[in-house]
Nanobody
Framework: QVQLVESGGGLVQPGGSLRLSCSGP????????MAWYRQAPGKQRDLVAS???????NYADSVKGRFTISRDNPKTTMYQQMNSLEPEETAVYYC?????????????WGEGTQVTVSS
């Protein structure tokens, strides 16, 4: 069973910053595309940002220019720097890893870390 572990969540004031981390096994960071998703209460889980094993990034329009996703493969850690946070971004943030296999997609999730943006 692959274990992805998120950390770095917490309470931050509007306009503040947080950095999330996700750690996992080496074979994930060697080959898998990784991403951050978030899910607010009563809403669906949405993609925030993704990064390929080669470092190509993609962002949701709502976070472009404020969030930065990165990965350090030798340290088997992925990061998300979040700046200028807004109250509506309060959610549980999940780490995701996926890899295309002949039968479909092999995908793993972390348990999530709570981010609360409030004054």
């Amino acid at each position: 069973q692959v274990q992805l572990v998120e950390s770095g969540g917490g309470l931050v004031q509007p306009g503040g910053s947080l950095r999330l981390s996700c750690s996992g096994p080496m074979h994930i960071f060697r080959s898998y595309e990784m991403a951050w998703y978030r899910q607010a209460p009563g809403k669906q889980r949405d993609l925030v940002a993704s990064i390929t094993s080669g470092g190509v990034t993609n962002y949701a329009d709502s976070v472009k220019g404020r969030f930065t996703i990165s990965r350090d493969n030798p340290k088997t850690t992925m990061y998300q720097q979040m700046n200028s946070l807004e109250p509506e971004e309060t959610a549980v943030y999940y780490c995701n890893a996926k890899f295309l296999v002949p039968s479909g997609v092999e995908e793993y999730w972390g348990e999530g870390t709570q981010v609360t943006v409030s004054s």
